[in-house]
């Protein structure tokens, strides 16, 4: 089978382009990064850089089309959110599978309001109380919450702690909309799961830890949770869900809530990798027993430098595996200082965050 990556700079491309090298495929990756880590996996067929799918969309698309033409590709797996851009042509890419659920499926899942719509009535968990913000004035200060914007990552823009101090550095409009929603404590879940036409083929549930913000995970840690795996049941099977898509969830008080949902890969499929032999097998699969997995050195620096006189991280480091790394399919140590180099001067550059400069290329905010 011919196969096209796309999001070559995410470790999961990067995971996924090794399951099926060695399951025989022939793997072809793009992305609009000149140096990301998927370029450099041995034994890929061609890496292809395209044009920035948000910033010129209809370029992406033509260029992606000419791709899946010439190199005959009949199986497409996007990872990150040139998804978003992809839903909007996929279906014009004849004879070609796609990994990706109906685009209004998908944008409405991506929306942190417009979500809770979706889930309502589906078993397994609780939705917290959510309501869409369109003006400064409509926050509540007396309530315990949150906000962030409607559509956010990493969470680099959630306010924890609402005041009028933290109220003057935002922007809130309709077409800049954030929501407000009950802060929820206790242990956080995520959740991956890999679905053809409403069969989960492969479920995975992790604890994600060493965070970054208070966010985005380093560490991944397999367990079982039959209240997600009730919620996950129904919610494939009533959307007949084709593709890739991942929810964050906390156990509040006793009950599991959803709050976030990532309709792409995730980092959950490290952890599933050593057994996923597809699309050949779809028999659904969890294991709490499989080895964590961690991002490279991002996990020891996740915490600081305290973190590193902490015993626990130094053992749980030696506990896991590294995700960048693999013995079949090794990348030469100057890749990492490569594709690191290029995000770090796209940093520097545009004047963002590292995580921000990371996807404002591919992001998709509601356009």
């Given at each position: 089978m011919r196969i096209l990556i796309t999001g070559a700079r995410a470790p999961v491309a990067l995971e996924w382009a090794r399951i099926l090298l060695a399951q025989g495929h022939q793997v072809f990756l793009s992305d609009c990064c000149r140096f990301p880590v998927g370029k450099f996996v041995p034994g890929i067929s061609g890496y292809i850089q395209t044009s920035s799918p948000r910033s010129e969309p209809k370029q992406y698309q033509c260029q992606i089309t000419a791709l899946v033409k010439q190199h005959q590709i009949t199986l497409l797996i996007p990872t990150c959110e040139e998804v978003f851009y992809l839903a909007q042509f996929s279906h014009r890419l004849n004879g070609v599978n796609t990994l990706i659920c109906d685009a209004p499926l998908l944008f409405g899942l991506h929306d942190k309001f417009q979500l809770f719509t979706l889930l309502a009535g589906l078993p397994g968990v609780r939705l917290p109380r959510t309501k869409k913000?369109?003006?400064?004035?409509?926050?509540?200060?007396?309530?315990?919450?949150?906000?962030?914007?409607?559509?956010?990552?990493?969470?680099?823009?959630?306010?924890?702690?609402?005041?009028?101090?933290s109220l003057q550095e935002i922007t809130v409009s309709p077409q800049q909309s954030w929501v407000q929603q009950q802060k929820l404590t206790g242990q956080a879940f995520c959740n991956y799961a890999l679905c053809d036409r409403g069969v989960i083929i492969a479920h995975q549930v992790y604890l994600p830890e060493y965070r970054v913000n208070q966010s985005a995970a380093t560490y991944f840690r397999p367990t079982v949770n039959r209240a997600i795996n009730e919620f996950m049941s129904a919610f494939v099977s009533t959307y007949h869900f084709h593709g890739q898509v991942s929810f964050d969830f906390i156990e509040h008080l006793g009950s599991i809530y959803v709050i976030e949902c990532n309709p792409r890969t995730t980092s959950g499929l490290h952890l599933i990798a050593d057994n996923l032999h597809w699309p050949s097998m779809n028999t659904p699969m969890e294991n709490s027993q499989n080895k964590a997995k961690y991002v490279g050195l991002a996990m020891l620096l996740a915490g600081g430098g305290k973190a590193l006189l902490n015993a626990k991280i130094w053992r749980d480091f030696h506990q896991g595996d590294n995700v960048l790394a693999s013995k079949r399919y090794p990348l030469r140590p100057w890749v990492l200082l490569l594709s690191t180099g290029e995000l770090l001067l796209k940093s520097l550059r545009q004047r963002k965050s590292v995580t921000a400069a990371s996807t404002d290329d591919i992001e998709w905010n509601g356009e």
């Amino acid at each position: 089978m011919r196969i096209l990556i796309t999001g070559a700079r995410a470790p999961v491309a990067l995971e996924w382009a090794r399951i099926l090298l060695a399951q025989g495929h022939q793997v072809f990756l793009s992305d609009c990064c000149r140096f990301p880590v998927g370029k450099f996996v041995p034994g890929i067929s061609g890496y292809i850089q395209t044009s920035s799918p948000r910033s010129e969309p209809k370029q992406y698309q033509c260029q992606i089309t000419a791709l899946v033409k010439q190199h005959q590709i009949t199986l497409l797996i996007p990872t990150c959110e040139e998804v978003f851009y992809l839903a909007q042509f996929s279906h014009r890419l004849n004879g070609v599978n796609t990994l990706i659920c109906d685009a209004p499926l998908l944008f409405g899942l991506h929306d942190k309001f417009q979500l809770f719509t979706l889930l309502a009535g589906l078993p397994g968990v609780r939705l917290p109380r959510t309501k869409k913000i369109t003006r400064v004035q409509q926050i509540d200060l007396k309530w315990d919450s949150i906000l962030k914007p409607t559509f956010c990552r990493f969470g680099e823009q959630v306010i924890r702690n609402i005041n009028q101090a933290s109220l003057q550095e935002i922007t809130v409009s309709p077409q800049q909309s954030w929501v407000q929603q009950q802060k929820l404590t206790g242990q956080a879940f995520c959740n991956y799961a890999l679905c053809d036409r409403g069969v989960i083929i492969a479920h995975q549930v992790y604890l994600p830890e060493y965070r970054v913000n208070q966010s985005a995970a380093t560490y991944f840690r397999p367990t079982v949770n039959r209240a997600i795996n009730e919620f996950m049941s129904a919610f494939v099977s009533t959307y007949h869900f084709h593709g890739q898509v991942s929810f964050d969830f906390i156990e509040h008080l006793g009950s599991i809530y959803v709050i976030e949902c990532n309709p792409r890969t995730t980092s959950g499929l490290h952890l599933i990798a050593d057994n996923l032999h597809w699309p050949s097998m779809n028999t659904p699969m969890e294991n709490s027993q499989n080895k964590a997995k961690y991002v490279g050195l991002a996990m020891l620096l996740a915490g600081g430098g305290k973190a590193l006189l902490n015993a626990k991280i130094w053992r749980d480091f030696h506990q896991g595996d590294n995700v960048l790394a693999s013995k079949r399919y090794p990348l030469r140590p100057w890749v990492l200082l490569l594709s690191t180099g290029e995000l770090l001067l796209k940093s520097l550059r545009q004047r963002k965050s590292v995580t921000a400069a990371s996807t404002d290329d591919i992001e998709w905010n509601g356009e």
